[in-house]
């Protein structure tokens, strides 16, 4: 269950929407009468997917290096920064250069609601990673405050 680069959906399936949307809108730029707002567009667009790629490939090693078990929570919570912060950057320069490079709004609206649902996955990743983590640290202090303590078990013959 691997993330695809065009991904943003994270663990419950994704497309290849928005990758077909960017490049069409790639495209779309090449034909617009102005060819600097297109270059400036287009160039804009693909320095921003390509970040968004970079940290989308680093989550799917981290999936990968799990090799099909439990991927560690506190780890994936520590890459998952890295990707909202890009899809913030995207979704913000899509909002403000909407119309100067004819972006339509399902484009946005779809980055911002598969956005949305990485950034739920993620806080669910952080804070299950929270939870173990002071789990970890009561028991690292004998158990921890108003921890029931398990009764002893009956010695000698029954």
């Not at 989550?59 to 520590?78: E, M, R, T, Y």
């Not at 912060?85 to 119309?99: F, H, R």
């Not at 669910?124 to 009561?138: F, G, L």
């Amino acid at each position: 269950m691997l993330l695809r680069k065009t991904s943003i959906y994270l663990p419950l399936g994704v497309g290849n929407a928005f990758s077909a949307l960017l490049f069409a809108l790639t495209l779309l730029f090449a034909a617009l009468p102005s060819a600097a707002q297109a270059q400036d567009c287009g160039a804009d667009l693909a320095r921003l997917s390509k970040a968004r790629e970079v940290q989308l490939e680093a989550l799917n090693a981290v999936i990968k290096a799990s090799k099909g078990h439990q991927v560690d929570p506190a780890v994936f919570c520590a890459k998952s920064g890295g990707l909202n912060s890009t899809e913030n950057a995207l979704i913000g320069y899509m909002v403000k250069n909407k119309d100067w490079c004819s972006i339509p709004d399902d484009a946005i609206n779809q980055l911002k609601d598969n956005h949305a649902k990485s950034v739920s996955f993620a806080a669910r990743a952080c804070s299950v990673a929270a939870q173990r983590r002071k789990i970890e640290e009561q028991q690292a202090q004998g158990g921890g405050a108003g921890a029931p303590q398990a009764q002893p078990l009956p010695a000698g013959p029954l």
